[in-house]
């Protein structure tokens, strides 16, 4: 068995529009190369319009123009089975769903507001699970008990359920068919911070119980911080720095990361803590060479002509010039 | 000591439902304090979706009247304000700045066409030059200069940046108070940074007082001199940020402060560890 469950290699995908002649490209995945272990929490990290979500719809093969993949390949291994994204979509049909699914960011979308819960149980998973009707319900109702769900909420419209209940309706439905590989799009960004950590605890929880890997994007370091065993940070479409949630936290090796980690408030502590000059950079015109330079404490005359690669070093990868000098702010 | 801001036993009860089958909802319930005049402060509104603190902040800017109760701005009951005249002085002396700076400002329109009619109407300067003057001032306080704003659009810029230019327009009719609801929240974490260390900035050199609303208790922490925490229209405490939010005692409060995520992996893993073993 393979002990990789997904591998991306020299993605790109760009936003190509043409309107009234005027050709614009975004390259809001530009070249970027990944690999995701069995049974692990991947965390992307990243300010917004950073190219994050592009990333992963990229990788859900969600994409619809005028998002265009352009290069690169998106694999998955399934028990053996390999499924490349982009060269066999009717395989990936099959996949959806019992391999592969996804937790959307706001509950309220999900779930259809003038239909009951159990609707949307039967629309996304039945034909998936190959079960009778009365075995579909029987699983499912077990299935909401062991996420901690009373099977009487599939009686009940979305508005009659809280915030938290809703958003562990959503797990609940993405993982009902215990796929291998889960997609999570800001899973707790729409929740009261009070229920935040109980949300995290049963993604957390699920994942160790199904032993699936779990790929999930949000800007908030904090939960990074709780629940992803690596973290990728993505800078204007690149990569910029990959490695394990503790080596990140600890010994952040890019500029642009020390700062993300450098700047968090924590209660107990309100000493000053510098912001990052400049603006984020516009994707259809980046600047050249390493993208962070124009807002780089280290920046040097390299870094504004040639593009970092993405190498290993010490635990993770990163790409920056100056990389060994980085200390957190 | 002259107070800028007080709120004296302030209610405010919405009716809720139909005609047959209503009932009361108490948003705000017997809320008090008081910002002094002479020394310009922080002071941070905690709470979760629905515990009143934004319905307080509209009674204070006077888009709201409490069902019982006063709030006086400058010795002024803000609900007893009649007159045009009356309104518009008050207005340049409380301003507000809103949660999501992109629906903040009309996409159609130019982002200094709001400040100059904000220079327009408070300050009543005619001519061009004097409302551009003006302006600019107001845009150097938060880093900006009018040549980067002038004829852009709000789609142009960031949303850090549309935060700067927010508070900008709140300065320049000079106000004592800045209202500023959840002013982070839609902001990237690594400008949030920037907006926090302008209220302040403004706090220590224009001497504004600012009534901070959010529900991030780190930021809260980071900036604020005073804190209420208010928990379903209840202030459930108050103090000076450092012993409210270093040592809640309220047991919402606890609950507030426990749901906050340490930013280190060890501590914060140790903490959903914990759920796990408690949930299920």
């Not at chain 2, 020394?39 to 934004?54: D, H, L, M, R």
Request: proline share 5%; charged share 25%; net charge positive.
């Amino acid at each position: 068995m393979n002990a990789d469950v997904l591998k991306v290699e020299g993605l790109k995908a760009y936003y190509q529009m043409n309107y009234f002649g005027v050709r614009r490209e975004v390259r809001a995945v530009d070249d970027v190369s990944l690999t995701i272990r069995r049974n692990e929490i991947y965390g992307i990290a990243g300010e917004s319009s950073s190219g994050k979500s592009s990333l992963i719809k990229t990788i859900a093969g969600a994409i619809t123009p005028p998002l265009r993949v352009v290069d690169g390949s998106v694999k998955f291994d399934f028990d053996g089975r390999t499924l490349d994204v982009y060269a066999e979509p009717q395989a990936m049909k099959g996949a959806r769903w019992q391999n592969l699914s996804y937790i959307m960011q706001g509950s309220m979308n999900v779930l259809n507001p003038v239909r009951k819960v159990k609707h949307a149980f039967h629309d996304f998973a039945f034909k998936h699970m190959g079960l009778s009707e009365r075995d579909f319900w029987a699983k499912v109702e077990q299935h909401l008990q062991r996420i901690g769900l009373d099977p009487r909420v599939l009686e009940s419209y979305p508005h009659q359920l809280s915030g938290g209940m809703r958003q562990r309706l959503t797990i609940a439905l993405a993982t009902v068919c215990e796929p291998d590989f889960i997609i999570a799009d800001e899973p707790t960004t729409a929740l009261d911070v009070l229920v935040q950590q109980d949300v995290l605890a049963l993604i957390k929880d699920v994942q160790r119980r199904m032993g699936a890997s779990i790929i999930f994007v949000t800007h908030d370091m904090t939960v990074h911080a709780a629940i992803a065993d690596r973290i990728g940070i993505v800078y204007a479409g690149r990569l910029v720095e990959e490695g394990p949630t503790l080596d990140v936290f600890r010994r952040p090796q890019h500029p642009y990361t020390a700062h993300l980690i450098g700047s968090l408030p924590r209660i107990g502590d309100s000493r000053k803590r510098s912001a990052l000059p400049g603006k984020p950079p516009n994707l259809a015109d980046p600047p050249s060479g390493c993208r962070f330079h124009p807002r780089c404490p280290l920046a040097i005359d390299k870094c504004k002509t040639d593009n970092p690669a993405l190498l290993p070093r010490q635990t993770g990868r990163v790409a920056c010039w100056r990389a060994g000098e980085v200390e957190a702010a | 000591m002259s107070a800028l801001l007080e709120l004296d036993r302030v209610n405010k009860d919405y009716r809720i439902g139909g005609f047959l089958d209503s009932s009361i909802l108490h948003a705000v319930k017997n809320v008090s304090f008081t910002l002094s005049a002479e020394k310009p402060e922080i002071f941070t509104i905690v709470g979760e979706s629905g515990s009143g603190k934004t319905t307080t902040a509209r009674m204070i800017l006077g888009n709201e009247t409490p069902t019982s109760g006063t709030l006086r701005f400058m010795g002024q009951d803000i609900a007893g304000i009649r007159s045009r005249a009356d309104r518009l002085k008050f207005m340049a002396k409380a301003q507000p700045i809103f949660q999501n700076p992109f629906e903040a400002f009309n996409p159609l329109t130019t982002l200094d066409y709001y400040l100059y009619s904000t220079a327009r109407r408070f300050l009543g300067i005619k001519d061009r030059g004097g409302v551009e003057a003006a302006t600019d001032k107001a845009l150097n306080h938060v880093g900006l200069s009018l040549a980067e704003v002038r004829g852009r659009y709000s789609h142009e810029l960031s949303g850090g940046q549309l935060q700067r230019i927010a508070v900008a327009r709140a300065l320049i009719p000079g106000p004592r108070l800045i209202v500023a609801d959840e002013p982070v929240s839609m902001v990237d974490a690594s400008l949030r940074m920037s907006i926090v260390n302008l209220f302040r900035e403004l706090r220590d050199t224009l001497g504004v007082s600012i009534i901070y609303i959010t529900h991030d208790l780190s930021t809260a922490y980071y900036i604020s001199d005073r804190v209420i925490i208010m928990h379903r229209g209840d202030v459930v405490e108050a103090g000076d940020a450092q012993s409210v939010l270093g040592n809640p005692q309220h047991e919402y409060s606890r609950a507030l402060s426990g749901a906050v995520l340490p930013p280190d992996p060890e501590e914060a893993r140790q903490i959903i560890e914990r759920r796990m073993a408690g949930a299920v």
